[in-house]
């Protein structure tokens, strides 16, 4: 079963995400006259604006598919790094959530525990002294 992902923003995810985003047109200032289309340096600075904003904000998305095992995602954030800008690499797997308390946290329909994504730290092995 894979339960293990990247989460983070890099620049051309964030990029991405401003492309998708970012109007192509911009109001015209006067009552009831239609929108004026932005040119495409416009629409790139916008974009490039845009995808700043999202780079010094604090949303990360999952960057990476997903993982039979930690090592891999580890694997995948050495390569993100060497790819470009990127910010607040996480490695998180499926698991029950917890509360304030460390409680599970229950659906009220079911009973059950209520799966999510969260932060996947490292066993620490005993060490042989």
């Known amino acids: 079963m894979s339960t293990f992902a990247v989460f983070g923003m890099t620049a051309s995810a964030a990029l991405a995400d401003a492309r998708k985003k970012t109007k192509t047109t911009k109001p015209s200032g006067?009552?009831?006259?239609?929108?004026?289309?932005?040119?495409?340096?416009?629409?790139?600075?916008?974009?490039?604006?845009?995808?700043?904003?999202?780079?010094?904000?604090?949303?990360?998305?999952?960057?990476?598919?997903?993982?039979?095992?930690?090592?891999?995602?580890?694997?995948?954030?050495?390569?993100?790094?060497?790819?470009?800008?990127?910010?607040?690499l996480k490695i998180r797997c499926k698991a029950a959530l917890l509360d304030e308390k460390g409680k599970k946290i229950l659906s009220p329909k079911t009973r059950m525990p209520v799966i999510g994504w969260a932060d996947w730290h490292p066993c620490q092995a005993p060490s042989a002294a």
């Open 30 to 88: 006067r009552a009831g006259c239609p929108p004026l289309e932005l040119t495409p340096s416009e629409w790139g600075e916008a974009v490039q604006r845009n995808a700043d904003s999202i780079m010094a904000s604090e949303k990360v998305k999952q960057l990476s598919a997903l993982f039979d095992t930690p090592q891999h995602a580890v694997q995948f954030i050495e390569l993100a790094k060497k790819a470009g800008a990127c910010r607040d």
